[in-house]
């Protein structure tokens, strides 16, 4: 069953510009956690944001987490034509040991 | 660097073959997955194991079955494939799962005909 929902569906944007993609869930958490995939390839982990945290940054990327509604965003500042690729959320409950994924956000970055 | 080997990349198999999927994991990791994505629905997982001998079914077990006869590999096993079992297949490793991430490895391409 899936747990996280991505939204949009599919995001396309110009080279420089900010993408933001969003996923909401459904029940508690212990963590949330954004892959990467490109075409016909595995999936590449981001980030991982725990449910007591609000925010968090890697390079480019920024992870907001809101428990009260179970809702997380993924933001990519100035993005590039390299950043075209599948976003997926995945979170792990709080009772489980098991990460569950999403539909995924296809992002297409024009140069 | 982790490295999650499948060990074939494309497959076509006629139906009602048996299939195996073999993985290897190469950084002593405890938990091991199958994973099967199709357009739309992203990842569900079919199996993981979380120590060699030991299996959990996972949200779309039907069809399949797997084996740990070691740490390092994890096997994806369609007794009979059908078409609908057309599919990107993804094995993946972590440690433990609720505060490490997990590990992919590239895939394997499916097709029953």
């Known amino acids: 069953s899936q747990q996280g929902e991505e939204d949009p569906q599919a995001l396309s944007i110009q080279e420089g510009e900010n993408a933001t993609m969003n996923c909401s869930y459904k029940?508690?958490?212990?963590?949330l956690q954004w892959y990467r995939q490109n075409s016909g390839r595995g999936l590449v982990h981001l980030i991982l944001?725990?449910?007591?945290?609000r925010e968090k940054h890697s390079g480019r990327l920024r992870v907001t987490l809101d428990t009260s509604k179970k809702s997380s965003s993924l933001l990519i500042t100035a993005s590039r034509a390299a950043d075209t690729a599948s976003y997926f959320c995945?979170?792990?409950?709080?009772?489980?040991?098991?990460?569950?994924f999403g539909a995924g956000t296809i992002l297409r970055v024009k140069s | 660097d982790v490295k999650v080997t499948q060990s074939s990349r494309y497959l076509v198999k006629r139906t009602g073959e048996k299939v195996f999927l073999e993985c290897v994991q190469d950084?002593?990791?405890?938990?091991m997955f199958w994973y099967r994505q199709d357009p739309g629905l992203g990842l569900r997982l079919i199996y993981f194991?979380?120590?060699?001998?030991?299996?959990e079914k996972g949200d779309i077990p039907e069809g399949y079955s797997v084996s740990r006869e070691k740490k390092e590999r994890f096997s994806l096993i369609l007794e009979s494939a059908s078409t609908n079992q057309t599919s990107m297949y993804l094995c993946?490793?972590?440690?433990?799962?609720?505060?490490?991430?997990?590990?992919f490895g590239e895939g394997s391409w499916l097709t029953v005909v």
């Open positions: 993946a490793s972590s440690f433990i799962q609720r505060r490490n991430t997990i590990y």
């Open positions: 029940t508690s958490i212990n963590n």
């Open positions: 944001i725990r449910s007591n945290e």
């Open positions: 995945a979170t792990v409950s709080r009772e489980g040991n098991k990460l569950v």
């Open positions: 950084m002593d990791h405890e938990n």
């Open positions: 194991s979380y120590d060699v001998k030991m299996k």
